[in-house]
């Protein structure tokens, strides 16, 4: 029994006894590309300290404050790329307004100075002050008596600190 080859076409099709036979349509589903979604979200960019890249360690698009190197994911499918850059900028002004209330917090805290005796007084269990103490002092090889507020919240900031600091800062 022989073999007959026929040509294909770069289309996928051959021609078979004077007949062109077509290969069947494949069913494929839309794929969204990244070059997609730079075109729908890269045109409301106006030369504001904002790009759009895309993340391929999480397959995922994203506006990235120049300055700052903040983040504000971007969703594959949106009605409109400007109400989601509105709301990009929305989130980079309330974070930027955050931290310089932070800072300005920790800078008022540069005065206050807690000590363990605070952070019992304030309600803290006294094992972990003792503990937190302790530690601070293997680290700095020296027995630490008190600690700035502002420091202490830059090394931990969690609501234990923060009830040590706010009383030690009334007292």
């Known amino acids: 029994m022989g073999f007959r080859e026929y040509q294909l076409t770069h289309f996928g099709s051959c021609l078979i006894g004077g007949r062109k036979i077509q290969k069947p349509a494949e069913k494929s589903e839309i794929r969204l590309k990244p070059h997609h979604l730079y075109r729908l979200y890269n045109n409301v960019i106006r030369g504001n ?60 805290l540069e005065n206050i100075y807690v000590t363990a005796a605070d952070s019992i007084a304030a ?30 919240l830059q090394m931990r900031d969690d609501s234990y600190t923060r009830r040590a600091v706010q009383y030690a800062a009334q007292k």
């Open 49 to 108: 300290g904002i790009v759009w890249r895309w993340n391929l360690e999480e397959k995922a698009g994203e506006y990235i404050h120049i300055t700052t190197g903040e983040v504000y994911h971007t969703p594959a499918f949106a009605r409109s790329a400007k109400t989601i850059f509105a709301e990009a900028i929305h989130a980079f002004r309330l974070r930027r307004d955050e931290k310089k209330r932070k800072q300005a917090e920790l800078k008022s």
């Open 123 to 152: 309600g803290n269990c006294r094992v972990n002050t003792e503990q937190f103490n302790h530690d601070l002092d293997k680290k700095y090889g020296v027995h630490i008596i008190a600690v700035s507020g502002a420091a202490l």
